[in-house]
């Protein structure tokens, strides 16, 4: 399973950007799908999800600004993200999961970068 995230870069505080996610399986194999995102010295920490149940989950610090939608016919998980502040700079990261008899697998995108300026 691959993932390409793609859609980081600078920006201006209060600005929108929507990054996508092409996954190269079907979404039926995978129990969630979504963004998580990391900053320098501190750890990667879960942005928002969605199941295959179209649930959805934010961290506090997103709701009411990030939207994770998925485009089953594209194979594609985006995120846009609204009224960006300069706290949400970080690299952004996709991600895939599958519950197995063994566990939880994650696969992961290469991380896209976004810079938020004030």
């Known amino acids: 399973v691959q993932l390409q995230a793609s859609g980081g870069g600078l920006v201006q505080a209060g600005s929108s950007l929507r990054l996508s996610c092409a996954v190269s399986a079907s979404f039926h194999s995978f129990n969630s799908l979504g963004w998580y995102r990391q900053t320098p010295g501190k750890e990667r920490e879960l942005v928002g999800t969605?199941?295959?149940?179209?649930?959805?989950t934010y961290v506090d610090s997103v709701k009411g600004r990030f939207t994770v939608l998925r485009d089953d016919a594209k194979n594609t998980v985006n995120l846009h993200m609204n009224s960006l502040k300069p706290e949400d700079t970080a690299i952004y990261y996709c991600y895939a999961d599958q519950l197995l008899p063994s566990g939880r697998r994650v696969y992961w995108g290469q991380g896209t970068l976004v810079t938020v300026s004030s």
């Open positions: 969605i199941t295959m149940g179209r649930a959805t």
